[in-house]
């Protein structure tokens, strides 16, 4: 590994702010934005619709603003893009820099639910009528991008929620690059596979996260062109082909394909805390597992996932028995 990468800046080495170590690729001048309005067949939320997309209050690749708009970098098939989306009078603007920027906008429908059929959900359980009507604005994502969904579900393996934030957090602000356009301070757009193959193995442990991990990470950017052609299949077959990587199992690929593919029906078996938030919801069963999880959701089947995010917008949840998971950061050690 010796001289295959260049010194990093430090604190010790570098005063007086932040130090871009991505590529150094500086900020991008904002140019002339492109747009495209939309108008959507329902009620949106779009808060409801793109919040799977933000991992943790600080993911560098999304923004929510005060006024109700929200900002996503992503690397697209054709390159880096920022996208901000805003809703007002029924009309959904999307404007959009950057190479990516075309995509982005051909996607913006999709993107909001538009391949989405929420009336296909049919109710059987009190709770989840109530808070469908209560929350009309939900849609299903689709985002047409599988890697970006992938690999912070992998980061997302058995650790807390906390741990897996702050190492995509760390990861993305070091190699990825500063959105295009005139991106809230310090967006980034996630690296491209080449890079995330390149991080030395030291930058994974100062993130937190261990050999395990970052192995199933670069052995899925390995084939990375392979994965993201499972945006074309059906979500069955796209996790499949996902599951093929070793270390990527039935939650991390259900994690990814709901976002990818907008999937209504692909529930997450193997959560620590979904099993007994859905029993009790349905059942009063905190103490459920994932057969019987998947029995309760039985009756909504094609539209499983639905049902799962619609319980979890409830509220309804046991109470806590045990403190929460200790985190332990490794990159103290």
Do not use: N
């Amino acid at each position: 590994m010796a001289g295959r990468f260049a010194p990093r800046p430090t604190r010790t080495t570098v005063r007086g702010g932040h130090v871009a170590v991505g590529g150094g690729v500086p900020q991008q001048a904002a140019g002339p934005a492109r747009v495209r309005e939309w108008v959507p067949d329902g009620p949106l939320d779009l808060g409801l619709v793109l919040g799977p997309l933000r991992r943790g209050p600080g993911d560098p690749t999304f923004r929510a603003m005060p006024d109700g708009s929200v900002w996503r970098a992503a690397l697209t098939p054709a390159g880096p893009g920022t996208l901000r989306v805003s809703a007002a009078g029924g009309r959904v603007r999307g404007e959009a820099w950057g190479p990516g920027a075309q995509w982005l906008l051909q996607g913006l429908p999709e993107l909001l639910g538009a391949a989405d059929d929420p009336s296909a959900f049919v109710p059987r359980h009190r709770l989840l009528a109530m808070t469908r009507h209560r929350r009309p604005g939900l849609r299903l994502t689709r985002t047409g991008l599988v890697l970006e969904s992938l690999i912070p579900s992998i980061l997302e393996q058995k650790v807390t929620t906390d741990e897996a934030y702050r190492a995509w957090r760390l990861l993305v602000r070091a190699y990825g690059e500063p959105a295009p356009g005139p991106a809230p301070g310090r967006m980034c757009v996630m690296p491209a596979p080449r890079t995330w193959a390149l991080i030395p193995s030291w930058e994974w442990h100062r993130a937190g996260v261990d050999d395990k991990r970052a192995s199933t990470i670069l052995r899925a950017v390995r084939v990375a062109a392979r994965l993201e052609e499972a945006v074309r299949m059906e979500p069955a077959a796209a996790r499949a082909r996902l599951e093929l990587v070793p270390g990527v199992g039935p939650w991390t690929s259900a994690e990814t394909v709901q976002r990818s593919h907008g999937a209504a029906d692909e529930v997450t078996t193997g959560d620590l805390h979904l099993p007994g938030i859905v029993g009790w919801a349905l059942a009063g069963d905190r103490d459920a597992d994932d057969s019987v999880m998947l029995e309760l959701l039985e009756p909504y089947a094609g539209q499983r996932h639905r049902a799962a995010r619609l319980i979890l917008l409830s509220g309804r949840v046991p109470a806590r028995r045990v403190p929460k998971m200790p985190r332990w950061d490794i990159g103290q050690l």
